[in-house]
């Protein structure tokens, strides 16, 4: 089984988190992770390391280095960062046969080799379907400039399940690559908006449970034997999360803090500078919960 992340400095402040909840409920010993890593400190690498040995972690990682900007430059960022785009090279930089990749905000409280298990028919990703494309965030572009059946539903790329084999025949990435760059300011939620539009509903639908949506706002979940998604903002481990987010606790369960302390001392300035651009965020959450 072979399980990949795509991170940069600071998206390294959740993984923590997501590494330790995903290797205390795998059941499979050999688990191979794939750490993509834009720009990365190798302080940061030497951390993910150290945690992995203290988690008594089995199987094998390997890191693999690219410049997100570099790379996806042209294509709108999410609040000033390219790195979400990093799953997009999945099928170009690693070559194995199926993927399950995951985002860094994630909390893995169910045996992912049930995933494993899905034979994904033909379809090239799988996902957990979410709402339909008339009220994506993208809908304008999606249903008026795309042409794309509104009631088709939509999905959150935090969670993929990805056929390398069968996303090589069939030329994916130069599909998403061409679409891209006729569209690069359209893609208001980055990589999620161009797999979207270029998949159009054409996907595999994972069990709802495999990609559980947490909102800063909303009350406690209780979904045994799932995967909590931390969107939006703030996150559990931004500034103030402690107490702006209702899945701190939740966070905080599977967090070291020696891990938060490594990452956070090392990229105090980056943090600020993310709770500057998430300000709104900030208020919102703050004027919603009075």
């Known amino acids: 089984m072979v399980v990949c992340f795509c991170l940069n400095n600071?998206?390294?402040l959740g993984l923590g988190a997501s590494l330790a909840s995903l290797i205390k409920q795998c059941s499979y010993t050999q688990l191979k992770i794939y750490f993509l890593c834009s720009l990365l400190d190798e302080k940061i690498k030497d951390s993910i390391a150290r945690l992995l040995s203290e988690l008594n972690f089995t199987g094998s990682y390997i890191f693999i280095d690219f410049d997100a900007q570099k790379v996806f430059g042209k294509?709108?960022?999410l609040q000033s960062d390219w790195a979400a785009y990093g799953c997009l090279l999945i099928p170009e930089l690693i070559n194995e046969e199926k993927v399950l990749y995951l985002d860094t905000d994630l909390i893995i409280e169910t045996d992912i080799s049930d995933i494993f298990n899905e034979s994904l028919q033909n379809f090239v990703i799988g996902a957990v379907p979410s709402t339909p494309i008339q009220y994506a965030l993208e809908h304008n572009f999606f249903c008026n400039t795309l042409g794309i059946d509104?009631?088709?539903?939509t999905f959150n790329s935090g969670v993929l399940f990805i056929n390398i084999e069968r996303w090589r025949v069939v030329d994916i990435s130069d599909g998403l690559?061409?679409?891209?760059?006729?569209?690069p300011q359209e893609l208001l939620s980055a990589d999620q908006a161009l797999l979207n539009a270029y998949f159009a509903g054409n996907f595999f639908k994972l069990d709802e449970k495999y990609n559980v949506h947490w909102y800063p706002n909303?009350?406690?979940?209780?979904?045994n034997g799932s995967i909590f998604h931390f969107v939006g903002s703030p996150k559990p481990w931004d500034y103030f999360g402690k107490y702006l987010h209702s899945g701190y606790d939740k966070w905080k369960v599977y967090?070291?803090?020696k891990?938060?302390?490594?990452?956070?001392n090392a990229k105090r300035g980056m943090q600020l500078r993310r709770a500057w651009a998430i300000r709104k965020s900030y208020l919102k959450t703050m004027l919603k919960r009075t």
């Open 150 to 153: 509104p009631t088709l539903s």
């Open 177 to 183: 690559r061409v679409l891209g760059e006729a569209y």
């Open 75 to 77: 294509y709108k960022p």
């Open 10 to 12: 600071l998206g390294a």
């Open 255 to 257: 967090s070291s803090d």
């Open 259 to 264: 891990w938060y302390r490594e990452i956070s």
């Open 218 to 223: 909303q009350s406690p979940v209780e979904n």
